[in-house]
């Protein structure tokens, strides 16, 4: 089981910058998949970014080169970097973590554990 608390969402304007951070804790059941996703009002959940234990990060198309996700292991930490933050950012981003065996990581239901997530907004 893993705990996950996300911080660092607010208000910006277009092209200004935020960092997103989640807070994780875990038992011995690991390693995990660890990735952000993000809801506007009205859609589904979407996969922005995830890092595999290997390291391997995988991006949706629409943050590639905007977007860099990241791990500190002996802070316990992730984080999702974003610059040039567009309006269509606006959304409640939230931290999974998921089993990586055959994990489909844009796939929300493939993540059993999420956090209450922080909200992101753009104008």
């Known amino acids: 089981h893993v705990q996950l608390v996300e911080s660092g969402g607010g208000s910006v304007q277009t092209g200004g910058s935020l960092r997103l951070s989640c807070a994780v804790s875990?038992?011995?059941?690991?390693?995990?998949?660890m990735g952000w996703f993000r809801q506007a009002p009205g859609k589904g959940r979407e996969g922005v970014a995830t890092?595999?234990?290997?390291?391997?990060?995988y991006y949706a198309d629409s943050v590639k080169g905007r977007f860099t996700i990241a791990q500190d292991k002996a802070k316990a930490t992730l984080y999702l970097e974003m610059d040039s933050l567009q309006v269509e950012d606006t959304a409640m981003y939230y931290c999974?973590?998921?089993?990586?065996?055959?994990?489909?990581?844009?796939?929300?239901?493939?993540?059993?554990?999420w956090g209450q997530g922080t909200q992101v907004t753009v104008s």
């Open positions: 999974a973590a998921g089993d990586p065996l055959d994990l489909v990581w844009y796939r929300a239901d493939e993540y059993a554990n």
């Open positions: 875990e038992d011995t059941s690991g390693p995990y998949c």
């Open positions: 890092v595999a234990p290997s390291g391997k990060t």
